[in-house]
């Protein structure tokens, strides 16, 4: 059989424009897992083998494998053939213009995916390569410490969201705790919050809390709090626990707990690394820590999570990227569209998704989006009145940020300013200078701001 690549790409049954779903993906992958077991005995197969079986040349099939740029229809119904599957509608995602499913689709990602968390077969997902393989890699390794930092609105739940899912494919136990979600008197004393820990993580497992049981206030908060972990949380089952901390930014904010806290996350990491009788216990912990800013808290380097393990940051998109994302989007002309809004947005994920959704549905034009900065019509009006409200309400910031927009070269912060607003995504650095992140707080700070 001829390669599928091989077609014309004139013919109207071979428009490139779609990409596997999930389920599609998973429906494949279990396919071929079944068939290699009978026929391969039990090795996977190898981009040529899949060729040979599927007809397919070895670079349309790592494209449909990556899901990252769309294909034609034609090449997922011979690749679901040749394992003696059909395609059905649900195991891919169209990419072609089709008016009412786009105003759907779209419409329902402004109301929700845009506010948050891609969900895992979102077509408008950009791959950051290596952020998700590395991701998925590091956190198979036993005792695995896994630091994710991004400033906010960067895509790391949507990131972490493959993690998890990938996770539960391996039948592992996961528990997500958002920091976030603790009042402020949580963070009072450090008994307090390791208690309130040790709860959210026993229900997000579906299991009950046993504080009494296993808290001992002789022995001190991070002795029974790892005490907790040790004897119930990871003793109560044999499968790995992927332990997913998010907004620990929040407590740099608290140093009376700080310090402690972090030492015991590095105690239970080097637990996993000794050659202990507790080590093999402590190796079935998995452990996420998300953060939005740079640490700049005066940890001694020994009792610091943040020096250990692997870190993983998010960039911006690339032109490229944006590009990329023009196409899913149905914009024509992706390479303008993508010039124009690196230029403007600097690749900042969330605005660059605004945008596109907006200029794909004609809310707003290109000259438009660019000129009502500053304006209430401007599309980033909520955005931007949320990022100044933030500002006021911390006075140092406000100050700095003003020194920053006013500054044309760039300024030379206190770091522990400067950290704080580039976690917030508002600057960039060049050398020891700091700079607006991207011409939109540019234009709309140094009005704001004067």
Not at 116 to 126: C, H, K, R
Not at 328 to 333: H, Q
Not at 430 to 440: D, F, G, V, Y
Request: hydrophobic content about 40%; some cysteine.
């Amino acid at each position: 059989m001829a390669p599928s690549e091989n077609f014309p790409e004139s013919s109207p049954k071979r428009r490139r424009g779609v990409i596997l779903s999930s389920k599609g993906w998973q429906r494949l992958q279990a396919a071929e897992l079944l068939s290699s077991a009978r026929n391969n005995e039990g090795n996977s197969y190898t981009l040529e083998q899949l060729s040979d079986r599927t007809g397919l040349s070895t670079k349309t099939l790592t494209k449909v494998r990556h899901r990252q740029r769309p294909v034609d229809q034609l090449t997922l119904v011979d690749y679901f053939k040749a394992f003696g599957l059909t395609l059905e509608p649900d195991d891919y995602i169209s990419q072609e213009p089709d008016p009412e499913a786009s105003i759907a689709i779209l419409t329902n990602l402004l109301q929700t995916t845009l506010k948050g968390q891609l969900s895992l077969d979102s077509p408008f997902y950009i791959y950051r390569p290596p952020a998700e393989k590395f991701l998925i890699q590091e956190m198979m390794q036993p005792g695995a410490l896994i630091r994710v930092r991004a400033p906010r609105q960067f895509g790391k739940t949507s990131l972490i969201a493959r993690g998890l899912n990938s996770a539960q494919e391996q039948e592992f136990r996961t528990a997500v705790v958002s920091l976030q979600l603790a009042d402020s008197g949580i963070f009072e004393s450090l008994n307090q919050f390791l208690q309130w820990l040790c709860v959210m993580v026993s229900r997000s497992l579906g299991l009950p809390h046993n504080l009494e049981e296993y808290w001992n206030p002789m022995f001190g908060s991070s002795y029974s709090c790892s005490e907790y972990f040790e004897s119930y949380l990871l003793a109560v089952s044999d499968r790995p626990l992927l332990l997913v901390l998010d907004e620990v930014n929040i407590v740099f904010n608290y140093p009376q707990i700080a310090t402690d806290f972090f030492g015991m996350l590095r105690a239970w990491y080097e637990q996993s690394r000794h050659n202990a009788p507790l080590s093999e216990l402590w190796q079935k912990l998995r452990l996420i820590i998300v953060y939005s800013t740079e640490v700049f808290l005066p940890l001694s380097i020994h009792q610091s999570p943040f020096n250990v393990g692997l870190l993983i940051t998010l960039p911006p998109f690339t032109k490229e990227q944006v590009a990329e994302l023009a196409v899913r989007y149905g914009l024509g002309d992706p390479e303008f569209y993508a010039s124009k809004l690196i230029d403007f947005v600097a690749g900042n994920p969330y605005l660059t998704q605004l945008a596109l959704f907006h200029l794909s549905q004609n809310h707003v034009t290109l000259d438009e989006l660019l000129k009502t900065v500053t304006t209430p019509e401007s599309i980033f009006e909520s955005h931007l009145r949320q990022q100044l409200g933030y500002l006021e309400e911390h006075p140092p910031l406000k100050e700095a940020m003003q020194q920053v927009v006013l500054t044309p070269n760039g300024v030379e912060l206190h770091p522990t300013v400067a950290f704080k607003l580039q976690g917030l995504g508002l600057v960039r650095f060049e050398n020891k200078l700091t700079l607006p992140s991207c011409e939109l707080y540019r234009v709309y700070f140094s009005n704001f701001l004067k």
